[in-house]
């Protein structure tokens, strides 16, 4: 079984490199020191588990775990930390072990064994609801095993296209296979609806603009992409629109 090491810092990556040398039938597929590092390493090498720290800065072990399942072969996740208080966090993440820091051999063991016993297909049907106890900083868009982020602060709007939701950002437009009723939930201090099919980031609005036939359509700040003939408001959501622009929660 081919495992991927990811904890931000070298004596701690050492110690469990360590470790997986006196396990028998486990090989090292990688090391990283952060979230972004751990997704790339694992497009790359394909590891069959993940051994995975939680407090990391940028990127958390549990944001990243969360992208880790958009792979099309996700990988087992093992998390080492040494705070306790994540587990909860960590099994809403799809966790399959958790080890407290410093790790005992027999430990990671025995985790990396449960590990093992999980096929994918067992994995992909672990921790259903995947809410993350804070919001991500990016979202993840992923084909052939291969991850690609975009940050949160870089999107315009999301938009429903038929069973994915397209992404438009500063770079483009990227599909992804989160639901538009989930990413408003986790997003809500970020994004307004503006009709069923459509969330709007609240700071690259620049106003709501009138059309002659009487309906209303957002007008993005100078800069973002634009798009706005998409952007039509339905009239249910006009009040909401302009209570957030006004600054409303």
């Given at each position: 079984?081919?495992?991927?090491?990811v904890?931000?810092?070298?004596?701690?990556?050492?110690?469990?490199?360590?470790?997986?040398?006196?396990?028998?039938?486990?090989?090292?597929?990688?090391?990283?020191?952060?979230?972004?590092?751990?997704?790339?390493?694992?497009?790359?090498?394909?590891?069959?588990?993940?051994?995975?720290?939680?407090?990391?800065?940028?990127?958390?072990?549990?944001?990243?775990?969360?992208?880790?399942?958009?792979?099309?072969?996700?990988?087992?996740?093992?998390?080492?930390?040494?705070?306790?208080?994540?587990?909860?966090?960590?099994?809403?993440?799809?966790?399959v072990?958790?080890?407290?820091?410093?790790?005992r051999?027999?430990?990671?063991?025995?985790?990396?064994?449960?590990?093992?016993?999980?096929?994918a297909?067992?994995?992909?049907?672990?921790?259903?609801?995947?809410?993350?106890a804070?919001?991500?900083?990016?979202?993840?868009?992923?084909?052939?095993?291969?991850?690609?982020?975009?940050?949160?602060?870089?999107?315009?709007?999301?938009?429903?296209?038929?069973?994915?939701?397209?992404?438009?950002?500063?770079?483009?437009?990227?599909?992804?296979?989160?639901?538009?009723k989930?990413?408003?939930?986790?997003?809500?201090?970020?994004?307004?609806?503006?009709?069923?099919?459509?969330l709007?980031?609240?700071?690259?609005?620049d106003?709501?603009?009138?059309?002659?036939?009487?309906?209303?359509?957002?007008?993005?700040?100078?800069?973002?992409?634009?798009?706005?003939?998409?952007?039509?408001?339905?009239?249910?959501?006009?009040?909401?629109?302009?209570?957030?622009?006004?600054?409303?929660?």
């Amino acid at each position: 079984m081919k495992v991927l090491v990811v904890d931000d810092e070298e004596p701690a990556r050492e110690r469990l490199r360590q470790l997986l040398d006196d396990i028998d039938g486990y090989e090292l597929a990688g090391l990283a020191a952060n979230g972004d590092e751990a997704l790339a390493r694992a497009s790359e090498h394909r590891p069959d588990i993940v051994l995975l720290d939680i407090r990391m800065p940028g990127m958390d072990g549990i944001e990243a775990a969360h992208h880790l399942n958009k792979l099309d072969r996700p990988p087992a996740i093992v998390f080492a930390t040494a705070y306790d208080e994540y587990a909860i966090d960590a099994f809403d993440a799809r966790a399959v072990g958790y080890v407290l820091k410093p790790v005992r051999r027999a430990r990671l063991a025995a985790a990396l064994q449960q590990a093992s016993r999980l096929a994918a297909s067992t994995l992909a049907e672990l921790g259903g609801d995947e809410r993350l106890a804070e919001p991500r900083h990016h979202v993840c868009t992923g084909s052939r095993d291969r991850l690609t982020l975009i940050a949160i602060d870089t999107i315009n709007f999301f938009r429903a296209d038929q069973k994915y939701v397209a992404v438009h950002h500063d770079d483009g437009v990227s599909l992804i296979d989160d639901s538009l009723k989930t990413l408003e939930e986790e997003f809500a201090s970020r994004f307004v609806r503006i009709h069923r099919g459509a969330l709007v980031a609240v700071d690259r609005i620049d106003s709501i603009v009138r059309s002659g036939d009487g309906r209303y359509r957002v007008a993005l700040r100078d800069g973002s992409h634009r798009d706005d003939e998409e952007l039509i408001i339905s009239r249910r959501h006009v009040a909401e629109v302009r209570r957030r622009l006004k600054g409303g929660p």
